[in-house]
């Protein structure tokens, strides 16, 4: 987005009141923010999946919890930030789908 002109660092100057949420597996900052994703294969990093017993498949949600997870509660911080603009500018939001699913 930053190589477009359309990271929030570029936004904001163009419109204060601006508010962006990005939501990634990993988040935009730390240690494992430029490792690709799949929400499939990474359902196990929050610890939503365990790994059961030698001989069984390992249990835990079927599917891309992490997926699922995520834009619902984009939604909540899009209400919540939305609300918030009314007494402060915008701001961004780093929605990290391996911390949404571990808090859900």
């Not at 477009?4 to 730390?30: F, H, K």
């Not at 609300?83 to 391996?98: E, F, N």
Request: glycine letters at 10%.
């Amino acid at each position: 987005m930053a190589k477009w002109g359309l990271d929030y660092a570029s936004l904001v100057r163009e419109r204060p009141d601006v508010v962006m949420i990005s939501t990634c597996l990993n988040g935009q900052t730390g240690q494992h923010r430029f490792y690709p994703g799949f929400g499939a294969r990474d359902r196990r990093w929050p610890g939503s999946t365990t790994d059961g017993w030698p001989d069984r498949e390992p249990v835990g949600p079927f599917g891309t919890i992490t997926d699922s997870l995520s834009p619902r509660l984009a939604a909540l911080l899009l209400a919540s930030a939305l609300l918030h603009r009314r007494k402060t500018p915008g701001q961004h939001i780093d929605l990290s789908q391996v911390e949404a699913a571990s808090s859900a």
